[in-house]
């Protein structure tokens, strides 16, 4: 039988992808979905000095830069711990990225991944 391509990729990416779009849906405002940029954000590029967002983590997916879900999960930290470390606590942005940060980590818990098999040892 012919595999759609999707079912070419890898199953470590396939998986990633799929837990990179239930991160993506609690960043509602897209906060996280693109590059801070330092129009918006004086001096970001100063103070951060390894920016991440979502969009940098599907391109790592893609070019197959995570060779283990926990590479991942490092990512997603960084860039939540990024917005908290630039925005002050109380900010729209400091607020959103520890509520990110606590709903991600829920979905990451062995409990949730277990179901998923041996596709993570
Ligand atoms: C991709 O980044 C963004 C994209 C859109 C917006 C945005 O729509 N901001 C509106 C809500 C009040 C203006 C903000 C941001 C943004 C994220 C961040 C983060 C994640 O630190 N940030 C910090 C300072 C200023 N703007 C931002």
Redesign the pocket.
Known sequence: CVLKASQKRRPLSRLLEQLLRNLEKRDP?????????DN??PG?STIIKKPM?FSTMKQKIDDNEYKSLNCFISDFKL?CN??MK??KPG???HK??RRLLHAGLKQLTPQKLRPLGDILT
Do not use: E, G, I, S
């Open positions: 405002h897209q906060f996280f979905a693109w590059p801070v940029n918006f954000a970001y967002d860039m990024n917005a630039y925005n900010t729209v942005y959103a990225a």
